[in-house]
């Protein structure tokens, strides 16, 4: 199958800082990328759905301004967590799908903000 | 958003065992999928059943849906301990594009 790849898989940022997390569809191209967060034993929520070249569209209660989603090619997309605190420690798991065909999920990244 | 309601939410079983997950769900579906999630990892996509089918087999895996209860469920069957996992449906209400909405999971402990 397909392979979505993401970087980092962990990441420990002090607060304040800002982290960026890479998406790549290795082997396809991504017409739609989704970015989705993960508290510890809870479920997936989707945080934003991102087309290539164009603005990212957000889901209710995600802050736009503190997760900055840039989708500037057809293999990446990238998500930044800015001015990170404690409480946006969590996993964050991309997908990506080309048009007609499933998406395709990466290993996540674990986000720890110390 | 809405969220798929997913019993049980923990489940223990021997090995050998069949183990049943059921999903319910509350608007109208493209399709409905299942995922396995190892703990700390990403996911694995194990099978999708659209909305105009009943019954899905892949391997040891059998996945029904029923539309009119809108709900589905997954059934491993000879349970076997590397099948211990976190287990996820996800219904894609978008008109196939893919937009996934998560149950809340079910955690699978396969006992050897």
């Known amino acids: 199958g397909a392979v979505v790849s993401q970087h980092p898989s962990r990441v420990i940022c002090k607060s304040g800082t800002s982290v960026k997390i890479e998406c790549r569809s290795l082997?396809?191209?991504?017409?739609?990328m989704f970015w989705y967060r993960q508290f510890p034993k809870q479920s997936l929520m989707l945080m934003a759905t991102?087309?290539?070249?164009?603005?990212?569209?957000?889901e209710q209660g995600v802050e736009k301004d503190k997760f900055l989603i840039n989708h500037a090619s057809l293999t990446l997309s990238t998500l930044t967590v800015t001015s990170a605190h404690p409480e946006d420690s969590s996993f964050y798991i991309c997908?990506?799908?080309?048009?007609?065909?499933?998406?395709?999920f990466g290993q996540g990244t674990r986000l720890t903000v110390v | 958003s809405q969220q798929g309601e997913e019993d049980p939410q923990a489940l223990s079983i021997q090995e050998g065992e069949n183990a049943t997950m059921n999903c319910s769900y509350k608007?109208?579906?493209?399709?409905l999928q299942w995922y396995r999630q190892n703990s700390g990892r990403g996911l694995v996509h194990l099978i999708l059943?659209?909305?105009?089918?009943r019954e899905k087999h892949s391997g040891r895996l059998r996945v029904t849906l029923d539309t009119s209860k809108k709900s589905s469920s997954l059934l491993i069957t000879a349970s076997r301990a590397a099948d211990t996992a976190s287990y996820f449906c996800?219904?894609?209400?978008?008109?196939?594009?893919?937009?996934?909405?998560f149950g809340q999971g079910t955690r699978l402990t396969i006992n050897p």
């Open positions: 991102s087309n290539e070249g164009s603005k990212a569209t957000y």
């Open positions: 608007t109208s579906i493209n399709n």
């Open positions: 059943i659209r909305s105009n089918e």
């Open positions: 996800a219904t894609d209400a978008s008109q196939g594009a893919q937009k996934l909405v």
């Open positions: 997908s990506a799908r080309a048009t007609g065909l499933s998406a395709f």
């Open positions: 082997d396809f191209q991504a017409t739609t």
